[in-house]
């Protein structure tokens, strides 16, 4: 089945510095993949839309020159959390819509990330 | 988009089965209903989804109502590998095809 890579699993990393999240799709080719954040005990919140060649979709509230988003192929979609701080502390899972129509999405195994 | 209302929480008995209910009275025609589940600390897993007729594959049995606006899940057998948060998902209309998770369902299997 269609598989997601992500990665780091998990990060620590200064206050201030900056991240980068990759989420890879292995075995076929994604137009539009999601970034979601995850806060403990709490559902998952979709940040952003990103879609291959062109600027990413995000959404209400969210940051998009703190959270960047690159989507440069069909295969890779990346994440940045630009000066990072300790509320950016989080679960970040990335998805990936696999095909036309009713078709499933795959989700990554998800980064988490620590600012310290 | 559709919204999604579910239990906070539910526990059955390992062996038995577990019906998750989910309602989404303001579906739309062309709107399918996803079924996801998480467990600790992973991504959300694909279980099942559908649009109007029920559906069955290897890991669960979707039951959806003739008006649509309610499904159930059913794990047949549950174990304890199934304890998870199971999210209910109606997909967005728009051409964006985002899904957006609502609360969810903490499911617990007992020994």
């Known amino acids: 089945g269609a598989v997601v890579s992500q990665h780091p699993s998990r990060v620590i990393c200064k206050s201030g510095t900056s991240v980068k999240i990759e989420c890879r799709s292995l075995?076929?080719?994604?137009?539009?993949m999601f970034w979601y954040r995850q806060f403990p005990k709490q559902s998952l919140m979709l940040m952003a839309t990103?879609?291959?060649?062109?600027?990413?979709?995000?959404e209400q509230g969210v940051e998009k020159d703190k959270f960047l988003i690159n989507h440069a192929s069909l295969t890779l979609s990346t994440l940045t959390v630009t000066s990072a701080h300790p509320e950016d502390s989080s679960f970040y899972i990335c998805?990936?819509?696999?095909?036309?129509?009713?078709?499933?999405?795959?989700f990554g195994s998800g980064t988490r990330l620590t600012v310290v | 988009d559709a919204k999604t209302t579910q239990p906070p929480s539910m526990d059955c008995a390992e062996g038995r089965a577990a019906n998750l209910p989910c309602n989404h009275s303001?579906?739309?025609?062309?709107?399918?209903v996803y079924w996801y589940r998480q467990i600790h600390s992973q991504g959300p897993q694909y279980i099942i989804h559908?649009?109007?007729n029920n559906e069955t594959n290897e890991m669960a049995s979707l039951i959806i109502t003739e008006d649509r606006k309610s499904s159930t899940l059913i794990l047949p057998h549950a174990t304890l590998r199934d304890t998870a948060v199971y999210y209910c998902i109606v997909r967005a209309q728009d051409s964006s095809y985002k899904l957006i998770f609502g609360s969810g369902t903490r499911l617990l299997v007992r020994p």
């Open positions: 303001t579906i739309s025609g062309n709107e399918y």
């Open positions: 990103s879609n291959e060649g062109s600027k990413a979709t995000y």
């Open positions: 559908g649009l109007k």
């Open positions: 998805s990936a819509k696999t095909g036309q129509g009713a078709d499933g999405y795959t």
């Open positions: 075995d076929f080719q994604a137009t539009t």
